[in-house]
Structures are given as C-alpha cells and as structure tokens.
C-alpha cells in the first residue's frame, strides 16, 4: 500500500532524484514508515491551514547514506521520517507559510523557512516537541540558523 494520507503517499515521501543518480537505497523500514504516515498526517493538517491547497514534498524520508550525499545534518529528522522540505505556491511563499503556521500554533519540532522552501519536522513519539522556528540564511561558507522568522 502506497497511500500514507488522502494526499500523500509513501512514494513521494521518499522519491530521490539524487538517490536514484547515485544508486542510494532509500527504502524505509517499518518504523520510519509508522514515521512517515505521522508526518504525512502532520502534512494533511497544514494543508487544510493553507486553505487546501496542494502541498508539493521535495524531500521526505532520506536514509543515512541520502542524507550525507545531500549534505545534510548529521542529526537529521529527515533519516526517522521525521521531516518534510515542501511549499505550497496556491497560497503563498515559503516566509508566508511558516508565518501562518507559527501564528496557529501547529505542534511541530522544528519550523525552518529555508529559502525556497519550508521545512517542518516532529520530534520522536513520547518527546515534547520544542517547537523551534528558524530561518536559514545561506553564504558562501555555508548555511547558518537564526532564531525566529
């Protein structure tokens, strides 16, 4: 069964054109499955916040040998299933959906706005979320995090 949600399903939560170049395995165990359909759920309730409109994932689940070949953090919410890079062009810019998001009250770990994208990630089963709002500022010595938007 491919459909986590009504409108997001396991494929696109861990479709990688960079996995596929690379011939990196990004199947997902059981438990990053239970993983993702959380995340998806989360991915459901924001999408009704944004006015229904469609919500394209551009990175889900990444397995540990994904996630160093798109240089991601070490400590990636992204390798549990745990996180979502997506946007949402029907209603608006990345900084106008974490806006709206932050302002509701939407129970996440982290709320990044990324530039081009939103990232959105939920802390593990049984571990209060710190509900973290960052913006990523890129350079050319690499990327940092400041607090808030």
């Known amino acids: 069964m491919d459909k986590l949600t009504d409108h997001f399903s396991l494929s696109e939560m861990t479709v990688s ?6 011939g990196i395995d990004n199947t997902p165990s ?12 989360l991915l459901e309730r924001v999408r009704v916040l944004l006015g229904s409109k469609p919500i394209l994932v551009s990175s889900g689940y990444r ?5 160093a070949a798109v240089g991601g953090s070490k400590t990636s919410a992204h390798m549990q299933g745990l996180a979502a890079d997506f946007i949402c062009p ?10 709206r998001l932050d302002s509701l009250g ?7 706005q990324e530039g081009a994208w939103v990232h959105i990630g939920l802390a593990a089963e049984g571990i209060k979320p710190r509900r973290q ?17």
């Open 17 to 22: 054109e960079t996995a596929a170049r690379k």
């Open 133 to 149: 709002v960052l913006t990523a500022k890129f350079s050319s010595v690499g990327t940092t995090y400041g607090s808030g938007l």
């Open 30 to 41: 059981p438990a990053i499955i239970k993983n993702l359909t959380r995340t998806a759920q």
């Open 106 to 112: 939407v129970e996440f770990d982290q709320l990044i």
């Open 90 to 99: 029907g209603f608006g810019t990345p900084l106008a959906i974490c806006q």
């Open 63 to 67: 397995s540990p040998a994904l996630n």
